[in-house]
């Protein structure tokens, strides 16, 4: 349609020539191909079955002050937007947004006291959706961010994000990912493969959130198909402290019928600077009803605190202590031929200290965990080294005998048989044996 010696000015331009090209037919699909270069449009309007492709994120730049996405689908790929204005939601999808290989950045205004990256479900005529692939989004300010915000549309009717490689960054006060608003129908998120680095400065207090809502009104049923799947979570505490929940919904699921189903798997979440004992739970929600869960399976959590989960979800929660300032982390290197694993740094295992509130005796039994006991007994005593499913081969146990009296002996009982059957520890003596098949035990020491 475009004489290429004599391009459009602007993608507006182009946009307004599409209309007038072809009028009330809008299923034909058009393209529009924006060269090398910076463009400031003021705002875009989405036309139906139009895509607006870049020449690349590097070299085509786009200045906008506000998207509106009410007919669709629409594409925007191979680009770079940087969104500055006062409009605290500036790009509405009430269709279908789809982005691909395209980087966004929002300027916030000083003015704005929060900021909704992606507002769906704002009042139009079709199911919002959005689709991110491949896409990276920064926001930074002072205001309250969310990256996307679910708000109710149409009733009772569906509001669908989707994003695969999404790369993300948020400075702000207790910035959220996916944030739930006045939602009347069903919602489905799904987010695989992703990264998000948060950075969270102070807050008045309230309970920061990845994932949900803290308050959902109760005017009608919801239901909740969420999954989150292999993506990875840094937060940093920039100054205070604040409470915080990975997946948290709250209210609306007191409701009939609604239906909350929230997969949460292969995460990452790694809370950096963090004061010890602060508030961090994996999951919480207010009176859940017949068929819903959250779910976390094989996420990983880092991060210096107290907090283990929600107990009412059930949810085991074990956070990894972060190695101190300065330390050496061990690196797997690899596999050798033999199968054994190489790594750099040294192996540290767990050690048993008795007596223990817990034990009191002359007769402790090894059980799988086991591998330094230092034991201080008052009393001649034995430890036995069972030969059951609790023993492996290659099981090592070392044994500090700290008692202090001549008769304060460990005799040690292999079950197995071996050289280790009968060794007495006396007091202040230690002794390393090892299981070779399982059963037999070997005194090395």
């Not at 969270?200 to 207090?205: E, K, M, Q």
């Not at 009393?379 to 023993?391: E, F, K």
């Amino acid at each position: 349609m475009e004489d290429k010696a004599h391009p459009f000015a602007t993608i507006n331009d182009a946009l307004t020539a599409i209309d007038a090209r072809r009028g009330a037919i809008t299923s034909t699909p058009w393209r529009v191909v924006v060269q090398p270069g910076a463009y400031s449009e003021g705002s875009i309007v989405s036309r139906a079955n139009v895509d607006i492709i870049g020449s690349g994120r590097l070299v085509t730049q786009l200045a906008v002050s506000f998207i509106m996405v009410g007919t669709g689908p629409f594409a925007l790929a191979d680009m770079s937007i940087t969104i500055a204005g006062s409009n605290p939601s500036p790009i509405t999808v009430d269709s279908t947004l789809i982005t691909r290989n395209v980087a966004f950045s929002f300027v916030v205004p000083s003015s704005l006291t929060s900021l909704r990256a992606f507002l769906m479900g704002a009042g139009g005529s079709e199911p919002p959706v959005l689709r991110m692939y491949d896409t990276s989004v920064q926001m930074q300010g002072t205001p309250l961010l969310t990256l996307v915000v679910l708000q109710g549309t149409n009733g009772t009717g569906t509001v669908e994000f989707r994003a695969d490689n999404l790369r993300c960054s948020m400075v702000g006060a207790l910035p959220t990912i996916v944030n739930i608003a006045t939602a009347t129908g069903t919602s489905i998120v799904h987010i695989q493969n992703s990264s998000f680095d948060i950075a969270a400065s102070p807050s008045d207090g309230n309970v920061g959130l990845l994932y949900g809502s803290s308050n959902i009104g109760r005017t009608a049923t919801f239901d909740f198909l969420w999954s989150i799947v292999n993506c990875t979570h840094t937060i940093t505490n920039a100054s205070s402290s604040p409470p915080y929940c990975a997946v948290y919904f709250a209210s609306a699921l007191a409701l009939p019928h609604a239906i909350t189903q929230v997969l949460v798997q292969g995460c990452l979440f790694d809370f950096v600077g963090f004061a010890e004992g602060t508030a961090i739970c994996a999951g919480a929600n207010i009176n859940f009803t017949t068929d819903n869960f959250i779910q976390m399976v094989d996420d990983v959590w880092v991060g210096m605190t107290t907090s283990t989960g929600n107990p009412s979800l059930a949810l085991a929660t074990t956070f990894m202590p972060r190695a101190a300032s300065g330390s050496v982390p061990i690196i797997d290197e690899g596999i050798s031929p033999s199968g054994s694993m190489v790594t750099t740094g040294g192996l540290q295992t767990d050690g048993t200290v008795l007596p223990n509130a817990s034990f009191s005796g002359t007769v402790y039994p090894v059980v799988d965990g086991d591998c330094i006991i230092v034991w201080a007994p008052t009393a001649a005593s034995t430890l036995v080294l069972p030969n059951n499913n609790n023993i492996f081969t290659g099981k090592w146990i070392y044994l500090f005998n700290t008692g202090t009296g001549t008769s304060d002996t460990i005799t040690l009982n292999a079950q197995g048989g071996g050289t280790a059957n009968g060794v007495v520890v006396n007091a202040g003596d230690r002794a390393l044996v090892i299981s070779l098949d399982g059963s037999v035990w070997m005194s090395l020491v």
